[in-house]
């Protein structure tokens, strides 16, 4: 079981690294813009360290299930790390909805039409 805790968890925390740190090379893309620039890249290190947190209590909790499926250690390997990337790249995503969002600046909102 050491075996699979220590792979599940050296994948699932390079998975994180990687991801975050595609975070932060999206926000250097985004922060190129000479309007909203430094908001930006500052944007992208906030949400970069907020997934980077999330992202490693996520791998601990799972990891904390891996020992009650002792006898299955190839299935507990493969649900965890599946449970590890869906969660991540959800995160993922996510973040890079939020830098969008600080992209664009915001949007005017609308005034409501009159009913008749």
């Not at 890249?41 to 360290?49: D, G, H, I, P």
């Not at 599946?82 to 830098?99: M, Q, R």
Request: charge should be neutral; aromatic fraction near 6%.
């Amino acid at each position: 079981m050491l075996i699979v805790l220590a792979t599940y968890t050296l994948i699932s925390l390079s998975v994180l690294a990687v991801l975050a740190w595609m975070i932060l090379k999206i926000g250097a893309m985004l922060g190129d813009c000479p309007e909203r620039g430094a908001l930006i890249k500052s944007a992208a290190v906030t949400v970069a360290t907020g997934f980077s947190a999330i992202g490693a209590g996520g791998v601990l909790l799972i990891a904390g299930v891996l020992p009650f499926l002792g006898q299955e250690a190839a299935l507990a390997l493969t649900l965890a790390l599946g449970f590890a990337a869906i969660s991540l790249g959800l995160g993922f995503t996510h973040a890079v909805t939020i830098l969008r969002a600080v992209a664009q600046g915001p949007q005017p909102i609308a005034e409501p039409v009159a009913a008749s």
